[in-house]
């Protein structure tokens, strides 16, 4: 049992807390950090994966939480129609509507 916290440890005088440059463009680190606008009300295609006879899709939800999704799953009041590569179409009310992963 621990009777006392622990002492924190300071930081080291050399610790280098200044800004950072803008990363090169085309780099792997501007690429991985480009923003994206998007409506927060609406789920955001994160991503898509597995073989595609058993597609799966990332989606970032509305309240921010993420879900794995497959064809047949419910996100809010639609359901998944079909995955491919890099889109998914949900079915709401008997309109379909295509996500993509959105552009830089």
């Known amino acids: 049992m621990l009777e006392r916290s622990r002492i924190p440890v300071p930081r080291p005088d050399d610790l ?24 927060r009300q609406e789920p955001i295609l994160l991503g898509t994966f597995g073989l595609e006879s058993d ?22 009041r639609a359901i998944v ?8 179409v949900l079915n709401r009310a008997g309109t379909a509507r295509r996500l993509a992963i959105p552009e830089g």
């Open 55 to 76: 597609r799966r899709a990332l989606l970032r939800l509305p309240d921010g939480g993420t879900a794995k999704v497959k064809p047949g799953d419910r996100v809010g």
């Open 81 to 88: 129609m079909a995955i491919d590569d890099g889109s998914l």
């Open 16 to 39: 280098d807390t200044s800004p950072r440059a803008k990363p090169a463009q085309g780099s792997a680190e501007a690429e991985a950090t480009r923003h994206a606008t998007f409506d």
